[in-house]
């Protein structure tokens, strides 16, 4: 089977269940970030130091193929039955919640704004964290235009906010702390 289709040479691609639409839609513009942000955080596994962790970003890569999924399909037209899909992972987000406390739990309190920084793994999972934050844009962006299942949104907000923990972790872990913001030149 060839990977190639040409079909996408004139600029739109395909929903999944049927249709076609420009590369520049936002829905497009939305499940394109939630790859990238599942690429992002395929690196920064990679690079991560903590076992648990490294489990639960393969986890996490799983909800976001799900969520890719969702995004790539419109609401169905009248008189059509909408494509199976795989299920989106609505209890994660509390078991995000968790992941989040047990991390805060490992590290010293904040006191400053953190740059990104710090130990390989680290920078990487900050990196993914720019990614999410943007897919949560695009996404808010689709769903001001069109249905979006509310949990998606909140998905996202909540794996920044892991993502930033995790990196936190990762550099104590490592020996280093955060990389404070020391506020001005």
Not at 65 to 76: K, S
Not at 139 to 160: C, F, K, M, P, Q
């Amino acid at each position: 089977m060839k990977i190639y289709t040409r079909r996408g040479d004139g600029g739109e691609t395909g929903f999944l269940g049927g249709g076609r639409i420009p590369k520049d839609d936002p829905r497009v513009e939305a499940y394109g970030s939630v790859d990238e942000l599942s690429t992002s955080i395929g690196l920064a596994r990679l690079h991560v130091s903590d076992t648990a962790t490294r489990e639960q970003l393969g986890a996490l890569q799983a909800d976001l193929f799900a969520i890719g999924a969702h995004l790539a399909t419109p609401p169905a037209r009248p008189g059509r039955r909408p494509p199976e899909l795989p299920e989106l992972p609505a209890t994660r987000i509390a078991e995000l919640e968790s992941w989040i406390d047990a991390a805060t739990g490992v590290c010293a309190p904040l006191r400053k704004f953190v740059l990104p920084g710090g130990s390989e793994g680290a920078c990487h999972l900050h990196a993914a964290r720019a990614v999410c934050r943007r897919a949560e844009r695009r996404v808010v962006a689709l769903a001001g235009r069109s249905h979006v299942a509310g949990e998606i949104t909140s998905y996202l907000n909540r794996l920044s906010d892991y993502l930033f923990a995790a990196a936190r972790v990762e550099n104590h872990l490592a020996g280093r702390g955060d990389v404070e913001w020391q506020g001005g030149a």
